[in-house]
Structures are given as structure tokens and as C-alpha cells.
């Protein structure tokens, strides 16, 4: 993903980020330090991860009991002078073999239920902070790729903070009791086996880290796959009406390849590290099988001190090598972490002031923008806005008009909080919007875009989202204002009726009159309309713009409008190119002027009248 400029925030309540972003050279660190960013939320947890662990050890202990009682059997056990001893021996280790399945399957279901909720927490979390990012982050961003990070990383974290963290800890516990008793049972034989286990341990340090550059990698892959994937199912019919299927799938399954191609060697890698680490350490045992037989023989070690030793051996040896494996998928999970973080690290440039500024009550709707300058971050170098001034009084209506690109819906924008002004003031009921509460500042506005958000759901949640405590009769009524009425009543469940992704099953102008609905139903003293009726034909434009002026009546309202039909009954227009007001005036004072409205007028009704 084109990552948005650095920005990094000192402290966060919950993850920390423990590396750079993509584009920033990562420091040098250990294969799983960014899992160390997970214990935040595991501590929330601390008694379900206590419990767990307690159910961990004591599950080793019960393993590392077994061969103890095998020892004695073999040595006492089958003589005739003990042979009562056997039945003894054997109700020990059932009882063992009860204590090992009761911790084991505790354990199994304490910690896998922690990875859920983990995990969980962590989808919500970063869910929650993505709402918050500013347009600077959502103008480079790929959404198939933050949702790729949400979903499948986070899966990849879930993994590894159930089972793979789980098995790890149950094998480093078991290898180090298992260790220890080898050296009581039998120290010499222990010195020997020792000598491979630095050999080991530095195998996997050392592939460790490969496995995680080359998970990363995959995971990124993958991503970039993801990314494409949603944006082309986004556009399926366009792809369709352009007969550009084959060439849509061609592009994704390059992309797939290249994403196995690089969980392939994630594979090869880990298959690798397994593997070698499996040989070394069951060679290991084999030749202490071999040396602890020839001292059998010699008389200097009993056969059930061989056998107790080979057991602790074999679980030493199965927990290292099992290490082995699950480290992969650790290393894994750690390069998921470092993309979570990653997201987490960003902090919107539009934050809410430590103290802000309140808005006054009840609101007046004045809006003024006062020597306003502003680029966007992805073209800081070529303005869209420069030395804009303009008041707007309360219950105004004004016009903003120009050709495209001369700053309209910027201001739209900027009023809305999506960008803070490079340089200048923006005021609402005369309070600077950049000391307040962005979230106050937009609960005095109602906005309808000209490209509408439908969302996958029923007509009356699309009507709602303007104020969600909404009642349904009040949802509506303002369904009604807005002549929505008149199509969905001929739906089969009337205002339930779902509109399927991003309004699928509705036409551009019933969009729209949804849209129209939702600011109706917030009571918004500042109402924005861009483009509010580019969308609809000659009659629903009529009957969408009486409701409209009904909507006016009281409140502030600034109008985006190419089509100057549409703005002459507005108390003044606004007229900008290049990023300036140019202009300002009646309808009638601009014509007379002779200037660039006078010019768009003429192209529009033929004349300059």
C-alpha cells in the first residue's frame, strides 16, 4: 500500500507500534518483538492468560512424571521379590495420564478463547482508529488492503496467540524440565546431548528471522492482491460493459501467483528450518541411545535409568523440534503485528484539541472563511485554495459556482474538517473549527454529495444514518420531504427493503433522494448541497428541489451547482476559479458585470440574460 506521510503519535492507550512504515528503513530487531505490541491487550486478560498458564505447567509436570514411574517399573517392576509394585506403578501413571488430559484440555480452551477475544479487541480497535484518519490517509490509501490487514492478518495474529503461542510455551517448559531431569538422571549422558542444542537454538535464531522477512513479503503480497480484488469487484459491471474480464482476471491471478510465489518460499523456508532442526536433534538421541546401551552392558547404568533417560530425551528432543515448527508461524504472526502497528501509527493531522472550544447554543449557522490557503497532501506543491475570504450569515443561502477544479467542493471540505487550512481560518457561529471538536463541528452540518454512500443494508437504515436515535415515523417523514415515497412504496417491503452494496438495485436519483433524506433527518443548522440534483430527471428534480427549499427554510446553506438554473434564486453567488473568489453577486449583478459568470450564463442559456 502507498502509505500516506509518516505520522506518529507518541503514545497510543493500547498497541504500540514498534517499527517504521513501509517507506521508512525498519531498524534491525529481533524476529518477534513486534508481538511484544500484543501484551497490552493480553493483559487485559492477565487472569484467563494466568490460568492458562498454571493449566500449561502443570499439564509439563504430569509429562515429566511419566518417566519417572517407567524407570522404576523396569527396575523393580518386573523382579519377583516387587512384583506387587506393577499394579501400583500402573494406577500412577492413569492417574497421571487423568491430571495430563484435564490440564491439557484447559489449557486448549483457555487459550484458544483468549486468541479469540484478543483478536477481537484488536479488528475492533483497529476499526475504531481507521474511522479516525483524516482525508490525507484515505487519498493514498488502498481499501482492500486495510481491509486485508484487518481481517486476514488479524487471523494470522489469532493463530499465533492460540495455538502457536500456546505449543511454544508447552514445549519450552517441557524442554527445560526435561533438560534438567536428564542432567539428574544421568549428567554425563546430558553433557553429550548438549553439545547440540547451541547448534539448534542458534538454527533457529538465525532461519527465524529469514522466515519472518519472507512472511512479511507474503502477507504484502497478498494485500496488493486483496486491494485489487475489491476495487474490481467494486467496478463489476464497469468491467463488464467495457468487455474487460478476461483482462481483469489475468491481472488478478498475477497477483495471486506473485502472493503464492511469495508464500512459497515462506513455506520452503520454515519446511527447511523444521526439517534440519528434526535431524539434529533426533540424531542426538539416537547416539546417546547408543552410548547409554554400551554403559547398559558395562554394568555402570541400570536399564530403567537408560529408559528414563531416553524418555526425557525424547521429550526434550519432540519440544525442541516442535519448536521449531511453530516458531514459523510465530515469526508469521510478528510480521502481522508489524502491519496492525503500522495502521495504529498513523495519526489523523485533524485531532481534537486537548481542550477544545465549544460551539455556541443553540447554533446560529455562520460560517466565514477568513484568508483560507490549502494544498492537498498528495499535491502540496500546487494549491487548491489561495487567500480565500467569505461570510456566510445564518439562514443565507449562497451559491458557490465555477468551472471544475476552482475550489468548490475544497471548501465543502474544509468546512467538513476533513483537512485543517494550510494557512488562514475557517469559523463556525465564529468559533475557529480547528480549536474545536471536529465531531461538533460536523454535527451542525447536513452534507448531500453528489457521489452518494448507499451502504448494504435496508432503506430505512440508509435514511437513518443522518441521525441514528431517529424514530421510524420521524425516518419517514423525512423520506417523504424528499419524495423517496414515491418509489418506495412500490417496493415489496416498503422502507425494509435492502438496496444491496452501495445501492446496486436503486437508480442515481433515487440514491440521491436518500441522501437528500438523510440531511432532512439530521436538523442540521448548515446544510451543503453538492450537485444535490445532478442525479435526478426533469420531474423528480422539480419535486426533490421543492422539498429542498422546504429544508432551507431556516437554515444556512451553501449550494455547489454546474448548472446555474439551479442557483438563481439564491440570495448570492459565489463565483471562484483557480482556487479564488473571482466574483460575488445576484444573478443579475454578475451578468451585468461581463465577467466569467456572465461568460458560463451565456454558454447555458444562450445569452446573457
Known sequence: MTQAAPRRSSTRADIASPGGLPDAPAPRRSRITPLKALWPLIRRYRGRASAAFVALVVAALATLVVPIAVRRMIDFGFDVEHAGFIDRYFGVMIGVVAVLAVASAARYFLVMTLGERIVADLRAQVFAHLLTLDGGFYDQAKSGELISRLTADTTQIKSAVGASASIALRNIVLFIGAAVMMVITSPWLSATLFVAIPVIVALLIGAGRGVRKRSREAQDTLAEASAYAAEAIGAVRSLQANTAETAAARRFDGEVEHAFTAASDAVRARALLTGVAIFLIFASVVAILWAGANAVLAGSMTAGTLGQFVLYAVLAASGLGQLGEVWGEIAQAAGATERIAELLDETPRVTRPATPLALPTPPRGEVRFENVAFAYPTRPDLPALTGVSLTVKP???????????????????????????????????????????P?????????????????????????????????????????????????????????????????????????????????????????????????????????????????????????????????????RIIVMEHGRVVEEGTHADLVAQGGLYARLAALQFGDAG
Open 395 to 437: 439562514g443565507e443561502r449562497v451559491a458557490i459556482v465555477g468551472p471544475s477544479g476552482a475550489g468548490k467542493s475544497t471548501l465543502f471540505q474544509l468546512l467538513l474538517r476533513y483537512y485543517d487550512p494550510v494557512d488562514g481560518r475557517v469559523e463556525v457561529d465564529g468559533v475557529d473549527i480547528a480549536r474545536a471538536d
Open 439 to 571: 465531531q461538533a463541528v460536523r454535527a451542525c452540518i447536513a452534507l448531500v454529495p453528489q457521489d452518494v454512500a448507499i451502504f448494504a443494508t435496508s432503506i430505512r437504515e440508509n435514511i437513518r444514518l443522518g441521525r441514528p436515535e431517529a424514530s421510524d415515523a420521524e425516518v419517514e417523514e423525512a423520506g417523504r420531504l424528499a419524495r423517496a415515497d414515491e418509489f418506495v412504496t412500490r417496493l415489496p417491503d416498503g422502507w425494509e427493503t435492502p438496496v444491496g452494496e452501495r445501492g446496486v438495485t436503486l437508480s442515481g436519483g433515487q440514491r440521491q433522494r436518500l441522501a437528500i433524506a438523510r440531511a432532512i433527518l439530521r436538523r442540521a443548522p448548515i446544510l451543503l448541497l453538492d450537485e444535490a440534483t445532478s442525479a435526478l430527471d426533469a420531474e423528480s428534480e422539480t419535486l426533490v428541489q421543492q422539498a429542498l427549499d422546504r429544508s432551507m427554510q431556516g437554515r444556512t446553506t451553501l449550494v455547489i451547482a454546474h448548472r446555474l438554473a439551479t442557483v438563481l434564486s439564491a440570495d
